[in-house]
């Protein structure tokens, strides 16, 4: 095992910043293949314009690895040129399976790490990898997380509820069984905020994407959706026994509209009857 020079903490401590974004991004954008015996490689394949980050990454471990440039086409361009950062020390990559990087094909399978971790910092580390920063052709500001794995997409989803109250429900989209998860306008913003601060590790790009989202301000024409109904089993009963909608509507405190749309999808098996 050939070493690099020495640093400040244990490799893979994701209680540390740089290691919690640096497996983040390994998660999504990394590949642990096994070899004959004890051999085998963990290789990140990223465009050139971001090698960067890989020379970071480099730093960062404590056990000889490669980057090299290479040119080839792709099913997007005719020519497109990629950085690769090539590690095959056993001891590192037995330490990143420990904390949750799987051999193989993972895209359905990983999970938040198995140990304490710095949380905004994991997140950046998954959205650099594997999705978006910046803003709509409407000029709203997004963040988005493109994903197969229902426990990172819902991990993204608990965490981001927590800093900006916006609910989403995962749901895999019937082309390719993929979850894409978006946030718009204020919660991108606050969410942006939040994982993206100043001195962070993360893609160049993307920082000074997210540094870009707190320019928007709401038109004043732009009216603020209410927040989503979150319907009780008690509601769901009040509800059904009314006489009539406008009855239901002015018990509850909700629109005639959001109670009728509710009654109808109790009545039709949309949702589950309350006990």
């Known amino acids: 095992m050939a070493e690099c020079e020495p640093i400040a903490h244990q490799f893979m401590d994701l209680t540390v910043p740089e290691y919690a974004y640096m497996f983040g991004f390994l998660q999504a954008d990394g590949h642990l293949q096994r070899g004959v015996g004890q051999k085998g490689k963990l290789s990140v394949e990223i465009n050139a314009r971001d090698i960067g980050l890989l020379y970071k990454f480099q730093k960062l471990t404590p056990y000889y690895g490669s980057i090299t440039e290479r040119t080839r086409s792709t099913n997007f361009a005719e020519t497109h040129r990629s950085a690769v950062w090539s590690l095959c020390s ?32 994991y997140l950046r580390g998954v959205i650099d990898a594997d999705g978006s920063v910046g803003h709509t052709s409407q000029g709203f500001p997004f963040i988005s997380l493109t994903t197969a794995s229902t426990a990172i997409g819902a991990y993204l989803c608990f965490y981001a509820r927590e800093i900006t109250g916006a609910e989403r429900t995962l749901k895999r989209n019937s082309r390719d069984g993929i979850h894409n998860i978006l946030y718009t306008k204020e919660a991108a913003q606050a969410l942006g905020a939040r994982l993206y601060y100043p001195g962070c590790l993360s893609l160049d790009r993307k920082l000074n994407a997210a540094e870009s989202l707190v320019t928007w301000v709401r038109p004043a024409e732009l009216k603020v959706k209410p927040p989503r109904i979150q319907w009780t089993p008690e509601q ?14 002015a018990e509850l405190g909700y629109s005639q509209s959001a109670c009728q749309v509710r009654r109808w999808k109790l009545q039709h098996g949309v949702v589950p009857l309350p006990d």
């Open 236 to 249: 769901d009963r009040i509800l059904l026994a009314a006489p009539k909608l406008s009855h239901a509507a």
């Open 90 to 121: 056993l001891e590192a990559r037995t330490k990143l399976n420990e904390v949750g990087l799987p051999y193989g094909r993972k895209s359905k399978t990983i999970t938040p790490p198995r140990v304490e971790f710095s949380r905004r910092d």
